[in-house]
């Protein structure tokens, strides 16, 4: 019995992109990582998940269905997903050669027929179907993932999420920033040893300072008052203290004044 060949691994056209003759007999179903721009023939290079480095270049025509269905900002590209073919109708220069064209896209809720220039003065209808989502298996992972960092598991040091995180940042950067919010938000932050200091300055109180000297010298007037019983020794008090009493700040100065009232009742 012979083996069975796949002839279509032989059949590759050496190239730095995606071709349609990388298409012949088979559809594929690509979901967007990366898109980029730059000046030329061909300005768009759209990255897929194992694109092994040869990324989808759109022709002109296929880049006016992506803006017509998507929308003109490429970024919003990242994560959805189209199924692409090869069209042998499609013509260059008066002769069929084929060529990339969209069948399905993410992202639609109905059937979009996008009219396009199909030759000088002649425009066609493309249509565009749903593409129904796929089960996500790497994004499954990373729920799963975000689900034992959220019940307080240390993942960080695990070999097989190393790569993971580092796997999610190069092909799948939307959920590598959902696992690095979930990370953030069970890390504790670092402790402040200026924010009981701080605490104490917001109440008006500082367990750093010393106590008020104003406030001890208010109660050692306070106290002494209290032992006033005669003339003499109220003279005495107010000459030992009269300086102290006219600089006592006013938050003070009630309850010392009504110390002094006292001893001076008992004095008489």
Not at 64 to 72: E, K, N, S
Request: some cysteine; charged content about 30%.
């Amino acid at each position: 019995m012979n083996d069975m060949v796949d002839m279509a691994q032989f059949t590759e056209a050496k190239s730095d992109q995606l071709n349609a003759d990388d298409l012949i007999g088979v559809s594929k179903t690509i979901t967007v990582t990366k898109v980029t721009g730059k000046e030329g023939d061909q300005p768009i290079s759209i990255y897929y998940e194992g694109d092994n480095g040869k990324p989808f270049k759109p022709c002109k025509t296929i880049r006016r269905v992506l803006m017509g269905v998507w929308g003109r900002y490429a970024n919003d590209y990242i994560g959805r997903s189209m199924t692409i073919y090869r069209d042998d109708e499609v013509s260059f220069g008066g002769l069929a050669v084929g060529g990339i064209r969209i069948s399905h896209m993410s992202n639609l809720d109905k059937e979009t027929i996008i009219v396009v220039n199909k030759s000088k003065g002649k425009k066609v209808g493309m249509k565009i179907l749903p593409l129904v989502a796929q089960a996500d298996k790497v994004a499954d992972g990373v729920k799963a993932l975000i689900e034992r960092i959220k019940a307080g598991e240390d993942v960080t040091a695990e070999p097989a999420v190393v790569k993971q995180r580092e796997w999610l940042a190069k092909n799948r950067p939307e959920l590598a920033a959902e696992v690095e919010d979930a990370l953030s938000s069970v890390q504790p932050a670092e402790e402040d040893p200026f924010e009981e200091k701080r605490a104490d300055e917001d109440t008006g109180e500082n367990l750093f300072d010393a106590p008020d000297p104003r406030q001890a010298k208010a109660d050692e007037i306070i106290a002494a008052a209290g032992n006033v019983t005669t003339k003499a020794e109220l003279a005495a008090l107010k000459d030992q203290y009269g300086p102290d009493i006219d600089a006592m700040p006013d938050e003070l100065l009630p309850v010392v004044a009504g110390a002094i009232a006292g001893a001076e009742k008992r004095a008489k």
